[in-house]
Nanobody
Framework: QVQLVESGGGSVQAGGSLRLSCAIS????????IGWFRQAPGEEREGVAN????????YYADSVKGRFTISQDKSKNTFYLQMSDLKPEDTAVYYC???????????????????WGQGTQVTVSS
């Protein structure tokens, strides 16, 4: 069982940038899917971006395409979410998750996560 620790959240003004990190302890197979999810107050958790560890295939929610980038540093077992041009509607607690869904599930954005970190708050002011 892996453990995930998110960091990098904070408060920024609209148009600003943040980079979230997800440090994973434990072994990750190349068939792992790592996802970033977010949950705003009073709303359901939603998928933001996924990456299939072995091949590097990615998925992005329509709401963040062109603004967010998911990446990995395999040497550090750390995954990142670079967020640019942030909007107030991006305000949420951001979570990373690790699991082993079938590859098409990871690529399509239909994955709902498996093992979770504790989350990190992102607040974007207008």
């Amino acid at each position: 069982q892996v453990q995930l620790v998110e960091s990098g959240g904070g408060s920024v003004q609209a148009g600003g940038s943040l980079r979230l990190s997800c440090a994973i302890s434990g072994y990750l197979y190349s068939t792992a899917c790592i996802g970033w999810f977010r949950q705003a107050p009073g709303e359901e958790r939603e998928g933001v971006a996924n990456i299939y560890v072995g091949a590097g295939n990615t998925y992005y929610a329509d709401s963040v395409k062109g603004r967010f980038t998911i990446s990995q540093d395999k040497s550090k077992n750390t995954f990142y979410l670079q967020m640019s041009d942030l909007k107030p509607e991006d305000t949420a607690v951001y979570y990373c998750s690790a699991g082993y869904p079938q590859p098409p599930v990871c690529y399509s954005g239909s994955w709902s996560g498996r093992t979770w970190g504790q989350g990190t708050q992102v607040t974007v002011s207008s």
